[in-house]
């Protein structure tokens, strides 16, 4: 699975467009990029999955460019119920084995 | 539907004592997932199961640990005997395996502290 590598913390102001960049060299061809979210004494949360160019849904954006070496959500206009810490993971195509990495620490400010 | 519901939602135990976590998963889906979650190791995936039968049980740390599918509704995670370096907070996952956007769905976890 392609070992994923991301920011370990961030900071953001409410009403800010957040961009969490998650470097992946050595990402797989049937690899896919997936973020999670994940709040305090809670369980991880799907965001959004993309294997290559743009994907968006009703939460967030994922630009993943043509090389596919790196991949970067877009959280538009966060609040602070943003505060979370975000995981980019790799995903290997037809299995369902996630490597959970440190993830990215975002603290939205008032 | 409910969600992922895992029991106990905490557990507090004595060392060598047997702890077991319960975790009914998303009904219809066939995959399901065993993590442990800790400030230094992070989230691991322990072991995951598809249409009952494990696939992959290399994150599980040793004997001591053990993890059964009965049913497709139900599974369980034993330690036997607890130590005081397996507290964490334990989440179960279930998925649905063949859908265009693979999503696993976790539940609320159990916190397990070993005294």
């Known amino acids: 699975l392609a070992k994923t590598t991301q920011p370990i913390s961030m900071d953001s102001y409410e009403g800010q467009e957040v961009n969490i960049t998650c470097s992946h060299n050595n990402i797989a061809t049937n690899d896919y990029i997936t973020w999670y979210q994940q709040f305090p004494s809670q369980g991880p949360r799907f965001i959004i999955q993309g294997y290559k160019t743009k994907v968006t849904n009703e939460v967030a954006s994922l630009f993943i460019p043509a090389d596919r070496k790196s991949s970067t959500l877009s959280l538009p206009r966060v609040s602070l119920s943003d505060t979370a810490v975000y995981y980019c993971l790799g995903q290997r195509e037809g299995t369902y084995k996630y490597i959970f990495g440190t993830g990215t620490r975002l603290k939205v400010l008032a | 539907d409910a969600g992922v519901i895992q029991s106990p939602r905490h557990e507090v135990t004595e060392m060598g004592q047997e702890v077991t976590l319960r975790c009914k998963p998303i009904?219809?889906?066939?995959?399901l997932f065993w993590y442990r979650q800790t400030m230094m190791r992070g989230l691991e995936l322990l072991i995951y199961?598809?249409?009952?039968?494990?696939?992959?049980d290399s994150g599980m740390p040793e004997d001591r640990f053990s993890a059964k599918m009965p049913n497709a509704s139900f599974s369980t995670l034993k330690i036997q005997p607890s130590e005081p370096r397996d507290s964490a907070v334990y989440f179960c996952?279930?998925?649905?395996?063949?859908?265009?956007?693979?999503?696993?769905?976790f539940g609320p976890g159990t916190r397990l502290t070993v005294l």
């Open positions: 199961f598809n249409n009952n039968v494990p696939i992959d």
């Open positions: 996952a279930s998925s649905l395996t063949g859908a265009l956007v693979h999503e696993q769905f």
């Open positions: 009904s219809g889906h066939n995959s």
